[in-house]
């Protein structure tokens, strides 16, 4: 049966951002990865009714019956982590659609996490996106989150844009379209995510917190709200393989990791223009349980 999706009732005029398109990092990373097949690495992990897939693509979505999610084969201790993916238009609120790593099955309650996440919103306003980073223990009360949010230089959702996740044993960097946007050094071993992870993409209700913090909620006068994912790059080393066998890809020119002078340089003009939350910055955190700030 073909997925339905409705034509909203009303207008908008289309959000435009005059901030402009960043400059060239030099480097694109993501050309360095080739592209697999859903079904080499992927599975339905929840939602089955609610994905639509082939080898290349996956059509994920969120109605009042359920949400859908799939997850990786393996599990990685490293690696580039990618995907094309294509949010859906118009009211969004509460509607929360991801990619990101997790071991949240196999350590419940005590489990690491690194999010990409786009936080749904109302048609007056752009998609936010919220990079994350939980090691060990969120989900047991006390969550400590280490959120960045930025705004985009495009509409995601008339396109499909390039997302990233490479985690190296010393960083873990956000990559836009190849741009790097956030980049989380290893300062602590208490403060990093070192154990395996697999890798998911989901769509699910967060209405408690997604859109301005819960104040608009998933309106499924709307449904389904559809999140289209394509172009997988998954280059990772394994649990369970060995360091001489296995080294992640670098996310720059040089073999030895990090970034060159001139993706710091565009990583910086985006946090000067896009970033609109570093939770560092934000008086009401617990500064204590945040080291690294």
Known sequence: MGLFIPI???????????????PSPGYNPGSKVETV???????????????RFDQHSVTIWLDQSSGSGFKSKKSYKSGFFGTSIKLHPGYTAGVITSFYLS?????PGN???VDIEFLGTTPDKPYTL?????????????????EQKFHLWFDPTEDFHDYAMLWSSNEIIFFVDDVPIRRYPRKTDATFPLRPMYVYGSIWDASSWATENGRYKANYGYQPFVGRYSNFKLKGCAAGSSEQSCRPPSGSPSTEGGLSR??????????????????CSDSKRDHTKIPEC
């Open 130 to 146: 919220q990079t994350n980073v939980y090691i060990r223990g969120s989900g047991d009360g006390n969550i400590i989150g280490r």
């Open 37 to 51: 097949k859903f079904d080499q690495a992927y599975r339905s992990l929840w939602g089955p009714q609610n994905q």
């Open 8 to 22: 909203f009732l009303f207008m908008v005029a289309p959000f435009t951002n005059a901030q402009g398109n960043p």
């Open 262 to 279: 001139q993706q710091v340089a565009t990583m910086q003009w985006v946090q000067r223009r896009y970033k609109v939350y570093d939770y």
């Open 111 to 113: 489990h690491d996490e």
């Open 103 to 107: 071991n949240n099955e196999d350590h």
